[in-house]
Nanobody, 126 residues
Framework: QVQLVESGGGLVQTVGSLRLSCAAP????????MGWFRQAPGKEREFVAA????????KYSDSVKGRFTVSRDNAKNTVLLQMNSLSPEDTALYFC???????????????????WGLGTQVTVSS
Protein backbone atom coordinates (compact mmCIF):
# COMPACT_ATOMS: atom_id res chain seq x y z
CA GLN A 1 0.00 0.00 0.00
CA VAL A 2 1.46 3.31 -1.12
CA GLN A 3 1.56 5.96 1.56
CA LEU A 4 1.65 9.65 0.80
CA VAL A 5 2.58 11.92 3.68
CA GLU A 6 1.95 15.65 3.53
CA SER A 7 3.67 18.20 5.73
CA GLY A 8 4.30 21.92 5.95
CA GLY A 9 0.85 23.21 6.79
CA GLY A 10 0.18 25.73 9.52
CA LEU A 11 -1.22 29.10 10.44
CA VAL A 12 -0.11 32.10 8.40
CA GLN A 13 -1.30 35.66 7.95
CA THR A 14 -2.77 37.06 4.77
CA VAL A 15 -0.21 37.55 1.97
CA GLY A 16 2.13 35.17 3.76
CA SER A 17 3.71 32.05 2.29
CA LEU A 18 3.90 28.36 3.06
CA ARG A 19 5.57 25.42 1.38
CA LEU A 20 3.87 22.06 1.48
CA SER A 21 5.71 18.83 0.95
CA CYS A 22 4.49 15.37 0.01
CA ALA A 23 6.68 12.33 0.54
CA ALA A 24 6.07 9.11 -1.37
CA PRO A 25 8.47 6.45 -0.14
CA UNK A 26 8.47 4.11 -3.12
CA UNK A 27 10.72 3.49 -6.07
CA UNK A 28 7.94 3.86 -8.68
CA UNK A 29 7.32 7.50 -7.70
CA UNK A 30 8.97 8.78 -10.88
CA UNK A 31 6.40 6.92 -13.03
CA UNK A 32 3.43 8.95 -11.78
CA UNK A 33 1.90 12.35 -12.21
CA MET A 34 1.19 13.87 -8.82
CA GLY A 35 -1.49 16.32 -7.77
CA TRP A 36 -2.54 18.64 -4.98
CA PHE A 37 -6.14 19.13 -3.94
CA ARG A 38 -7.78 20.98 -1.08
CA GLN A 39 -11.02 20.86 0.83
CA ALA A 40 -12.46 23.63 2.95
CA PRO A 41 -15.11 22.96 5.61
CA GLY A 42 -18.50 22.45 4.02
CA LYS A 43 -17.10 22.46 0.51
CA GLU A 44 -16.17 19.82 -2.03
CA ARG A 45 -12.61 18.79 -2.65
CA GLU A 46 -11.11 20.95 -5.39
CA PHE A 47 -8.10 20.72 -7.65
CA VAL A 48 -5.12 22.93 -6.90
CA ALA A 49 -2.17 21.83 -9.01
CA ALA A 50 -0.59 18.85 -10.72
CA UNK A 51 2.79 17.97 -12.14
CA UNK A 52 3.88 15.39 -14.69
CA UNK A 53 6.28 12.58 -13.84
CA UNK A 54 9.26 14.46 -15.27
CA UNK A 55 8.13 17.84 -13.98
CA UNK A 56 8.01 19.47 -17.41
CA UNK A 57 4.22 19.86 -17.44
CA UNK A 58 2.23 21.57 -14.72
CA LYS A 59 -1.42 22.41 -14.33
CA TYR A 60 -3.08 24.89 -11.96
CA SER A 61 -6.56 25.93 -10.99
CA ASP A 62 -7.45 29.48 -11.94
CA SER A 63 -7.75 30.43 -8.28
CA VAL A 64 -4.08 29.71 -7.52
CA LYS A 65 -2.40 30.39 -10.86
CA GLY A 66 0.37 32.93 -10.45
CA ARG A 67 0.52 32.44 -6.68
CA PHE A 68 1.26 28.73 -6.23
CA THR A 69 4.07 26.70 -7.77
CA VAL A 70 4.20 22.91 -7.90
CA SER A 71 7.51 21.11 -8.29
CA ARG A 72 9.02 17.71 -7.65
CA ASP A 73 12.32 16.21 -6.65
CA ASN A 74 12.39 12.70 -8.06
CA ALA A 75 15.67 11.91 -6.33
CA LYS A 76 13.90 12.44 -2.99
CA ASN A 77 10.46 11.12 -4.00
CA THR A 78 8.96 14.45 -3.00
CA VAL A 79 6.40 16.85 -4.44
CA LEU A 80 6.34 20.45 -3.27
CA LEU A 81 3.70 23.16 -3.35
CA GLN A 82 5.01 26.68 -2.81
CA MET A 83 2.13 28.94 -1.85
CA ASN A 84 2.57 32.71 -1.95
CA SER A 85 0.22 35.65 -1.43
CA LEU A 86 -2.08 33.51 0.66
CA SER A 87 -5.57 34.72 1.49
CA PRO A 88 -8.24 33.43 3.90
CA GLU A 89 -9.94 31.79 0.89
CA ASP A 90 -6.96 29.41 0.70
CA THR A 91 -7.77 27.99 4.13
CA ALA A 92 -8.35 24.26 3.69
CA LEU A 93 -7.04 20.79 4.27
CA TYR A 94 -4.50 20.14 1.51
CA PHE A 95 -4.05 16.68 0.06
CA CYS A 96 -1.38 15.12 -2.07
CA UNK A 97 -2.54 12.50 -4.58
CA UNK A 98 -1.06 10.06 -7.07
CA UNK A 99 -2.45 9.59 -10.54
CA UNK A 100 -4.46 6.41 -11.07
CA UNK A 101 -2.06 4.94 -13.64
CA UNK A 102 1.59 5.53 -14.56
CA UNK A 103 2.77 7.60 -17.50
CA UNK A 104 -0.40 9.63 -17.97
CA UNK A 105 -0.56 13.45 -17.95
CA UNK A 106 -1.82 15.76 -15.20
CA UNK A 107 -5.54 16.02 -14.61
CA UNK A 108 -7.72 18.38 -12.59
CA UNK A 109 -10.27 15.62 -11.93
CA UNK A 110 -9.99 14.05 -8.49
CA UNK A 111 -11.42 10.82 -9.93
CA UNK A 112 -8.22 10.44 -11.88
CA UNK A 113 -6.22 9.91 -8.68
CA UNK A 114 -6.47 6.81 -6.54
CA UNK A 115 -3.90 7.25 -3.80
CA TRP A 116 -4.24 10.03 -1.27
CA GLY A 117 -2.48 11.30 1.82
CA LEU A 118 -4.26 12.29 5.01
CA GLY A 119 -3.78 15.98 4.38
CA THR A 120 -2.11 18.94 6.04
CA GLN A 121 -4.10 21.88 7.35
CA VAL A 122 -3.46 25.38 6.03
CA THR A 123 -5.12 28.26 7.85
CA VAL A 124 -4.77 31.84 6.65
CA SER A 125 -5.82 34.56 9.05
CA SER A 126 -7.02 37.96 7.92
Amino acid sequence: QVQLVESGGGLVQTVGSLRLSCAAPERSFTMYTMGWFRQAPGKEREFVAAISLSGDTTKYSDSVKGRFTVSRDNAKNTVLLQMNSLSPEDTALYFCARRRAPYIPPSNNSGGYDTWGLGTQVTVSS
